[in-house]
């Protein structure tokens, strides 16, 4: 283990039992990040200087404390190969994405039990699932519950101040009422959220332009499925005519 990962999981003892402390308490990152931005309290990173790597304390933003749950050494385990590159062609050139999250059956190696840890393993993984359920709110993830009266622009929007995607809230004794909303500068820095309004009028607008756009391809896919409905009922016809036809051919043959 480097000096510089030996500080971050040892070194910054108060901070990170902190943050494991209050997540079992409110069960919520975003709520975790909040109330550390509200508490003026910093968390450890790393940071890169002319002497390399080191560790810098300051205010914490949402994947800081996303880090800190969700890395298996703050509970005793060893993980290697958490992360991949991913490489494609983009334009002729090959274009290489480094970072990329594997899935835990994906890693190359973990080792629970190889240290002691702020939590047990049992309670790093009740975290993960409970990190997972809460992820219902971003995404309607598989384990999140299927929401009603969802809107129609889901995860379509983008804010225009920020650039970041537009989540949704319902409200209503029903969850039927939707409100867009850019929650990225206030869940990854504490600020005011940068928009919000509601999903009615939008929806309802952009509705409407869909559907006239796609009339007209409507008009044309019904006149196409009339004749192919009269093509299909003129080839009903003839097989009669011609079973009829084949009918009076064995009489007269019968006849003779």
Request: include cysteine.
């Amino acid at each position: 283990m480097t000096a510089l990962i030996w500080t971050l999981t040892f070194g910054c003892v108060p901070a990170i039992a902190l943050v494991l402390s209050n997540f079992a308490e409110f069960q919520s990152i975003r709520q975790v990040h909040l109330w550390l931005r509200q508490e003026g309290i910093d968390l450890p990173a790393v940071d890169y200087g002319p002497q390399g790597r080191h560790i810098v304390w300051k205010p914490p933003v949402y994947n800081t404390v996303h880090h800190l749950l969700t890395n298996p050494i703050y509970a005793g385990a060893y993980a290697f190969g958490r992360t991949g590159s991913r490489v494609k062609l983009v334009q002729g050139r090959k274009q290489v994405t480094h970072g990329i999250r594997r899935e835990r059956e994906d890693w190359q190696v973990l080792i629970p039990g190889h240290h002691e840890g702020y939590i047990s393993w049992s309670e790093y993984e009740r975290n993960q699932r409970l990190i997972t359920d809460n992820a219902n709110s971003k995404g309607l993830m598989v384990r999140g519950a299927v929401r009603k009266g969802e809107a129609l622009l889901a995860g379509l929007l983008r804010c225009g101040h920020c650039g970041r995607k537009l989540h949704v809230a319902y409200s209503g004794a029903h969850g039927s009422s939707a409100r867009y909303h850019c929650q990225g500068a206030h869940v990854n820095h504490g600020t005011e959220r940068c928009i919000s309004f509601g999903a009615l009028r939008v929806d309802q607008a952009v509705g409407g332009e869909v559907l006239r756009l796609l009339e007209p391809l409507g008009i044309e896919a019904a006149l196409r499925a009339i004749e192919a409905r009269e093509a299909e009922a003129d080839e009903v016809r003839r097989q009669v005519e011609l079973a009829l036809e084949q009918a009076r051919y064995e009489v007269i043959v019968d006849a003779e």
